[in-house]
């Protein structure tokens, strides 16, 4: 009897989890709402009553109250006992103006551009496609960016923004400074490579992109007084990659391409690194261990939106075999995202 009433309760608790799993996508949404309000930006210099924050924003009190109270129980919000919401240890994040800012996510992945992409993942497992070939003319990710400068423009933001992320421990755990040239081959707006320069005075650097990232990367590089230590140039890494760097690193690149075009951009920089140079990739390795969700999620988002995966070690290390390499070694990281740093030599 009592063994029959555990199960019953056990089975329902599991169900009522699955149910919330399925109803995620509502929070993800509220996100995307409340950055699209600017509700952070409102409540940065303290805690405010739902009024104020509807008068300031022109929502409904009712139904902004709705989101930020389901947002209050995943720590993006909290609330006080007089009603007042202010900011949660999450809801930090939303800011515009701070250090790793999530804001240019959360709207560039959740609305319009983020319902039209998900709505879609089914033909994706279905098809092995990304969602992109099918919206726009069977346009690749990065061409259908292009179609909108806007669009354009808010992907850079995400991209910067997840470098802070991306970046978190990798210079106390991997020592960049036994290079004399390094090439940020698809390096954007130049996050990472400013941060690398920065920790290694005697350290030149290529910034290497499409050309419509060349304006963003120049002013970051400028801004951040490296203009006469970093060159930044547009091209093709398909194509080419600049010669004669003894480190080339690519930083969530390779994740956004399947085996054969991956294969490709390695071959390209195993042309051009000096015979004694470091390939250095910054991923989100798959581990048999499993720890963390984020991984696993970015590997979905990578067959919704690209077309690529994450891999685990052993498939790094055929895929630099393929192109040339040896990979040499893994480092983990602390970045809460699972990023790993992968370096290989030329074979």
Request: aromatic fraction near 6%.
């Given at each position: 009897?009592?063994?029959?009433?555990?199960?019953?309760?056990?089975?329902?608790?599991?169900?009522?989890?699955?149910?919330?799993?399925?109803?995620?996508?509502?929070?993800?949404?509220?996100i995307h709402v409340v950055a699209q309000l600017g509700v952070a930006d409102l409540l940065a210099d303290g805690p405010k009553s739902i009024e104020q924050l509807a008068k300031a924003t022109g929502a409904d009190v009712t139904s902004l109250g709705r989101v930020l109270r389901a947002l209050a129980r995943f720590g993006v919000f909290s609330q006080d006992a007089a009603g007042q919401f202010a900011l949660g240890h999450l809801g930090e994040f939303l800011k515009r103006d701070v250090p790793g800012s999530l804001h240019p996510a959360a709207l560039f992945f959740g609305g319009e551009t983020g319902a039209s992409t998900i709505q879609l993942l089914l033909d994706c497992?279905?098809?092995?496609?990304?969602?992109?070939?099918?919206?726009?003319?069977?346009?690749p990710l990065f061409e259908w960016l292009q179609g909108d400068p806007e669009r354009t423009k808010l992907f850079h933001s995400v991209m910067t923004s997840f470098s802070t992320l991306h970046l978190t421990g990798v210079l106390e755990v991997y020592d960049f400074s036994r290079a004399k040239k390094i090439v940020d081959v698809g390096g954007g707006h130049g996050k990472i490579i400013s941060e690398i320069l920065k920790k290694s005075p005697e350290m030149r650097g290529v910034l290497f992109d499409l050309p419509h990232a060349r304006e963003g990367g120049q002013r970051a590089i400028t801004q951040a007084g490296?203009?006469?230590?970093?060159?930044?140039i547009s091209?093709?890494?398909?194509?080419?990659?600049?010669?004669?760097?003894?480190?080339?690193?690519?930083?969530?690149?390779?994740?956004?391409?399947?085996?054969?075009?991956?294969i490709t951009i390695l071959k390209n920089v195993r042309t051009a690194i000096v015979p004694h140079g470091r390939?250095?990739?910054?991923?989100?390795?798959?581990?048999?261990?499993?720890?963390?969700?984020?991984?696993i999620l970015s590997d979905l988002n990578m067959l919704l939106l690209t077309g690529g995966c994450e891999r685990t070690e052993d498939e790094y290390r055929g895929l630099y075999r393929a192109a040339g390499f040896e990979l040499t070694k893994t480092v983990a990281t602390k970045a809460p995202t699972g990023t790993t740093v992968i370096e290989g030599k030329p074979i």
């Open positions: 009897m009592h063994s029959t009433a555990r199960s019953t309760t056990t089975n329902a608790e599991g169900g009522a989890r699955l149910l919330e799993l399925i109803q995620m996508r509502l929070v993800s949404e509220s497992v279905r098809t092995g496609e990304s969602a992109t070939h099918k919206l726009d003319g069977s346009k490296l203009h006469d230590r970093c060159e930044v091209g093709d890494f398909f194509v080419s990659v600049p010669t004669g760097a003894d480190a080339y690193l690519l930083s969530r690149v390779i994740h956004d391409w399947d085996d054969k075009k991956t390939l250095i990739l910054l991923e989100m390795m798959l581990r048999p261990e499993g720890k963390g969700v984020y991984p």
